[in-house]
């Protein structure tokens, strides 16, 4: 069954810990994003990938940090320098050529709570 | 800069009745638009876009160059259309998404 995993669902943090989520994917997509979804805020990017070993920052990397050391995977950490790391998180993954037909296809999000 | 506005937080709407959500985009090049959806417990879906110019599930949005939209339309809104729905804009390869808009559609 193809498709894009993120683990865990839930994930509960005390303060001044790094945490790690999940992104993995078997679609064979080359490109890899991390979004953050906030109430009233939308999704914004943190960081995204479009070769392995390559990543560029987003509009709000600072406080995360990622590695793309395989194409079927992207975990994100989110460091203690992260000053509000309570929300949703989401990873998408797409194919370079057929981005402007498919569009990106998403997880199904990790619920990070800082304690 | 490239960025999407969708203007309302909260649409509320009875069964039957018509909907228009509404998106405009600031895009210096020729824009490639689309709409996600999320349904209740369920993961963000692309739901339409624009290069296509189809319909699906009844939804249809149309690109307005002069006015910078892609609003959202359907004509006779269900229960079951209740979601949140986003806009989003494709910029160097990556999407860039409104704030999105609930939309509740009571019996």
């Known amino acids: 069954d193809g498709g894009i995993t993120q683990s865990p669902k839930y994930l509960f943090r005390k303060e001044g810990q790094n945490v790690t989520l999940s992104c993995e994917q078997n679609l064979n997509h080359d490109a890899m994003y991390w979004y953050r979804q906030d109430p009233g805020q939308g999704l914004r990017l943190i960081y995204y990938s479009q070769i392995v070993n390559d990543f560029q920052k987003g509009d709000i990397a600072e406080g995360y940090s990622v590695s793309r050391e395989k194409k079927e995977s992207f975990p994100l950490t989110v460091t203690s320098a992260q000053k509000n790391p309570t929300a949703f998180y989401l990873c998408?993954?797409?194919?370079?050529?057929?981005?402007?037909?498919?569009?990106?296809?998403f997880g199904s999000g990790t619920r990070l709570t800082v304690v | 800069a490239q960025r999407v506005t969708q203007p309302e937080k909260l649409l509320s709407v009875f069964k039957g009745a018509p909907v228009e959500l509404k998106c405009n985009y600031s895009y210096s090049g020729s824009p490639e638009l689309f709409w996600y959806v999320q349904y209740s417990r369920q993961r963000l879906q692309l739901l339409l876009r624009h290069i296509s110019r189809e319909s699906i599930k009844g939804f249809t949005a149309d690109l307005n160059k002069g006015e910078t939209s892609f609003h959202l339309k359907k004509p006779f809104a269900q229960e079951e259309d209740s979601a949140m729905y986003y806009c989003a804009l494709l910029s160097f390869q990556k999407l860039v998404f409104g704030t999105g808009t609930r939309l509740l559609v009571s019996p």
């Open positions: 998408a993954s797409s194919t370079l050529t057929g981005i402007k037909t498919y569009g990106y296809t």
